[in-house]
């Protein structure tokens, strides 16, 4: 089961936010309350922490992408649909 990780609203007139780096990559575990990345406010750059734990199966946001508040950023589960893309590029 996978779940999304949205942008978060870290102000209360936050309306979106700018990725500025991935903390952790693709297929990297990841705990509840540990920083994934940092995001950029309009009044200063905080760790976004994960609110999932499993394996960070996809990020859909690159470095500098600016993202509205509840959109998802990136995907965290445990591993299988990473697992099936590995299976699918070996049957080509």
Sequence with gaps: MSEELNMPQMGYDMK????????????SEVKIGEPVAEIETDKAVVEFESYAEGILEKILVEEGSKVNVGEPIAIV??????????EEVQEE
Excluded: A, F, H, Q
């Design 77 to 86: 589960g445990d591993g299988t649909n990473i697992m099936e893309e590995e």
């Design 16 to 27: 979106e936010g700018v990725v500025i780096k991935w903390l952790k990559e693709e297929g």
